[in-house]
């Protein structure tokens, strides 16, 4: 069982705020996801880090932005978010070395964002 | 570009019913992995498939691997309500999951 943290939780914003969302895994492992997935939709990659201070763009372009400074906390900000940005935003970890190299993504309870 | 292809996307089903869902995925990976998500919740995972043939069993959900015809498949026993829930599929290209658009199932008594 993997512990990985999100919060918020539950977001409601207005248009054209910036806000972070945060994400921390307790397991030191080295790779990080955040997925966005809209309510009964498949997930789509936005952003993933294999390392810190190494990021990169996921397969579904998004406005966000992420960094990776510390290990275990890979945050994501929107500059100024706006109504299409509302959706459910998940954060995963992996770690593909070790015992059981599965590699399997472990996620987050999500945070669902607003914008009003 | 890999894509991955769930079938049925909405499933219900009676208590004591045996079913499959399917998963199809387009282009070679080397891992498969099986998750579910209950509603307004996270994803939990349930299998990882890492091999020509490999099988894995959990309580009445057993998961299934054919690399040569680009299968997996989710096999659900004797079906009770608490396997209800959205059941995502997901493959391994290039280092990322690409996931499939998920089974809603729905399990009535």
């Known amino acids: 069982e993997a512990d990985i943290y999100q919060t918020p939780r539950y977001l409601v914003i207005g248009t054209g705020k910036k806000i972070t969302l945060e994400c921390s895994q307790t397991?030191?492992?080295?790779?990080m996801y955040w997925y966005q997935q809209d309510p009964g939709m498949e997930l789509h990659l936005i952003h993933y880090?294999?390392?810190?201070?190494?990021?990169e763009k996921g397969d579904l372009s998004s406005e966000s932005t992420v960094s990776r400074i510390r290990t275990e906390h890979f945050p994501l900000t929107l500059e100024s978010a706006r109504p299409s940005h509302t959706s459910q935003y998940l954060c995963?970890?992996?770690?593909?070395?070790?015992?059981?190299?599965?590699?399997?993504?472990?996620f987050g309870p999500g945070t669902r964002l607003t914008v009003l | 570009e890999l894509k991955v292809e769930q079938n049925p996307l909405f499933l219900s089903m009676q208590e004591g019913k045996n079913y499959t869902i399917y998963c199809n995925y387009s282009?070679?990976?080397?891992?498969l992995y099986w998750y579910r998500q209950d509603p307004g919740k996270s994803l939990e995972s349930l299998f990882v498939?890492?091999?020509?043939?490999a099988v894995k069993q959990e309580g009445r959900l057993m998961a299934s691997l054919d690399t040569k015809a680009r299968l997996s498949t989710l096999h659900i026993t004797a079906a009770v309500h608490d396997l209800s829930a959205t059941y995502f599929c997901?493959?391994?290209?290039?280092?990322?999951?690409?996931f499939g658009q998920g089974t809603t199932l729905q399990v009535k008594p």
């Open positions: 995963a970890s992996s770690d593909r070395g070790g015992a059981k190299p599965t590699d399997t993504q472990y």
């Open positions: 397991m030191g492992h080295d790779k």
């Open positions: 880090s294999y390392g810190v201070n190494s990021t």
């Open positions: 282009t070679t990976s080397d891992r």
């Open positions: 498939l890492l091999s020509n043939g």
């Open positions: 997901a493959a391994s290209f290039t280092g990322k999951l690409i």
